[in-house]
T-cell receptor
């Protein structure tokens, strides 16, 4: 079956530091890949997505590249802000099941 | 559009009581999903509907859980009888199309005491 594995958190960084959150997946075929963000007390919001190999999704300074050869979709940001503190979820959707499978989430804490 | 609307936002109930969670998807979306979020198990898909028809309910924990979608603009998730281990945040999400992003509601935080 499908699965998504994320790095354990929490990740604690100082403001303006570089961020990487690792994500690898297992799926049949060629799934679409997503990063969602959840702020405290809120639902999940789509951050970025990529639908085929070598695509790069980007939004609000965050980027992730769909790497089929390593089955990875790592999230990066060059300079984090305190307002980026949240839980980040990596997810995939395969063309057959059409429902999102989520990783366990990674909590990011950015300190001033 | 107001987004996916869930009600109530918080629910506290006693063990054994019936609980009904409600969801209004985004207008025009043809797929609807119910997820449960807990610290121990993360985000789990419970059930999803396509064009009001349940497609996959393999994630529904047991017979105490049931979900309905009587029309394109409304869905319910019912737990009867509720148990303390059902305490979680329940999210509803909707999307339009085959491989597009899903939009989530703000969730219902359920506490069963």
């Amino acid at each position: 079956g499908n699965s998504v594995t994320q790095m354990e958190g929490p990740v604690t960084l100082s403001e303006e530091a570089f961020l990487t959150i690792n994500c690898t997946y297992t799926a049949t075929g060629y799934p679409s890949l997503f990063w969602y963000v959840q702020y405290p007390g809120e639902g999940l919001q789509l951050l970025l997505k990529a639908t085929k190999a070598d695509d790069k999704g980007s939004n609000k300074g965050f980027e992730a590249t769909y790497r089929k050869e390593t089955t990875s979709f790592h999230l990066e940001k060059g300079s984090v802000q305190v307002s980026d503190s949240a839980v980040y979820f990596c997810a995939l959707m395969d063309t057959g099941r059409r429902a999102l499978t989520f990783g366990s989430g990674t909590r990011l804490q950015v300190q001033p | 559009d107001a987004g996916v609307i869930q009600s109530p936002r918080h629910e506290v109930t006693e063990m054994g009581q019936e609980v009904t969670l409600r969801c209004k998807p985004i207008s025009g979306h043809n797929s609807l999903f119910w997820y449960r979020q807990t610290m121990m198990r993360g985000l789990e898909l419970l059930i999803y509907f396509n064009n009001n028809v349940p497609i996959d309910d393999s994630g529904m924990p047991e017979d105490r859980f049931s979900a309905k979608m009587p029309n394109a603009s409304f869905s319910t998730l019912k737990i009867q009888p509720s148990e303390p281990r059902d305490s979680a945040v329940y999210f509803c999400a909707s999307k339009q199309g085959a491989v597009t992003e899903a939009f989530f509601g703000q969730g219902t935080r359920l506490t069963v005491v």
